[in-house]
C-alpha cells in the first residue's frame, strides 16, 4: 500500500471528512480514502 495526497500533486483526490490522503490498494485495484484506515507503520508515498 502506498499513500498518494491530492494537494501533493497525486491526482484529484476527493476529501473524505477533512482528509485528502488516498491510499492506492496493493494486491487488488483500487484505492481507500485514509479517513477510513488506521496505520500502524510509516505509509511510503507513492
Known sequence: MCRV?????GGDGDWVQGNDIWY???G???W???RYVHNY???PWC
Not at 495526497?5 to 500533486?9: H, K, L, T
Open 5 to 9: 495526497g491530492a494537494a501533493a500533486g
Open 24 to 26: 492506492r490498494l496493493h
Open 28 to 30: 487488488k485495484p483500487g
Open 32 to 34: 481507500v480514502s485514509a
Open 41 to 43: 507503520t510509516v505509509v
